[in-house]
């Protein structure tokens, strides 16, 4: 069965730093992209940032203007474990944030998230 | 990429059929997914490619479109199909997610 849990929620006080995980399992972590999205309260789904699958996935990484420069992805395949590291963090970062399994590469499913996780609460407030 | 969903909120009876609508901003070919999402459970994929019925989804819901405009169906609505539905294009970056559409019950 394949699980997603996110970790590291918590309260920041604005300009502050926090690191979220996801911890994998139920397939192989080092086959797929995985990638981040959030949610305000009360508000609608973003999509925050993409990293590849495959043997050298560190090289494509994607973000939305909105947290380029401030957050970084990354993920450690021997621990079925991806990253999110926010820095500079703002009122307006305040959201749930889900890790998503995207579905399996050259396949029709690859444009589409199959597994999320239930989400991490990251506040930030003063 | 922008997407508009409509519509926004949406009352309807158990038993009912009811369409969703999803427009985008530019072309995406078929690279549009459907996702249902209910407090506090996972995100659940509903339909990829526009069309294709995830793995594990009752037959009652089917999507339809191309290109530009998109539809999700839902057959003979059932207690546990209210909830929020979401389109999302994977055409490209940055991916993007119509704003929504609230499907309660009448």
């Known amino acids: 069965e394949v699980q997603l849990l996110e970790f590291g929620g918590g309260l920041v006080q604005p300009g502050g730093s926090q690191r979220i995980s996801c911890t994998a399992s139920?397939?192989?972590?080092?086959?797929?992209?995985m990638n981040w999205f959030r949610q305000a309260p009360g508000k609608g789904l973003e999509w925050v940032s993409a990293?590849?699958?495959?043997?050298?996935?560190?090289?494509?990484?994607y973000y939305a203007d909105s947290v380029r420069g401030r957050f970084t992805i990354s993920r450690d395949n021997s621990k079925n474990t991806l990253f999110l590291q926010m820095i500079s963090l703002r009122d307006d970062d305040t959201a749930v944030y889900y890790c998503?399994?995207?579905?399996?590469?050259?396949?029709?499913?690859?444009?589409?998230?199959?597994?999320w996780g239930q989400g991490s609460l990251v506040t930030v407030s003063s | 990429i922008q997407l508009t969903q409509s519509p926004s909120s949406l009352s309807a009876s158990v038993g009912d059929r009811v369409t969703i609508t999803c427009r985008a901003s530019?072309?995406?070919?078929?690279?549009l997914a459907w996702y249902q999402q209910k407090p506090g459970k996972a995100l659940k994929l509903l339909i990829y490619?526009?069309?294709t019925l995830q793995s594990g989804v009752a037959s009652r819901f089917s999507g339809s479109g191309s290109g530009i405009d998109f539809t999700l169906t839902i057959n003979s609505l059932q207690p546990e199909d209210f909830a929020t539905y979401y389109c999302q294009q994977l055409n490209s970056y940055p991916i993007t997610f119509g704003q929504g559409t609230r499907l309660e019950i009448k």
């Open positions: 530019q072309g995406i070919s078929s690279y």
């Open positions: 998503a399994k995207r579905g399996s590469f050259g396949s029709a499913s690859y444009y589409s998230f199959d597994y």
């Open positions: 490619g526009a069309s």
């Open positions: 139920g397939f192989i972590f080092s086959n797929y992209a």
């Open positions: 990293i590849a699958g495959g043997s050298d996935n560190t090289k494509y990484t």
